[in-house]
């Protein structure tokens, strides 16, 4: 699949450009890459983020994460009957 590429000119402080470039090196990828890679998360992150009110419950029952779904099932038998 081919994707349209076009050019960006971003302004950025001659520190965050050096460290940027850094990073780039050491990943083996181009800073245009690096950005557009920062970019791409920051849009999932943003599709997947909770809403605020389901976000401040979170870790509200702390994190018992061996719950399954039969104990789910068998909490809801018992709460209406």
Request: glycine content about 4%; overall charge positive.
């Amino acid at each position: 699949m081919y994707v349209m590429q076009r050019k960006l000119t971003l302004r950025m402080d001659d520190a965050v450009i050096r460290k940027a470039k850094r990073l780039a090196r050491k990943r083996g990828q181009s800073v245009s890459r690096l950005v557009s890679d920062y970019v791409t998360r920051a849009i999932e992150d943003d599709r997947t983020a909770l809403p605020p009110q389901t976000a401040a419950m979170v870790g509200i029952l702390g994190k018992s994460t061996d719950l399954t779904e039969a104990d789910y099932r068998k909490h809801l038998e018992e709460k209406h009957l």
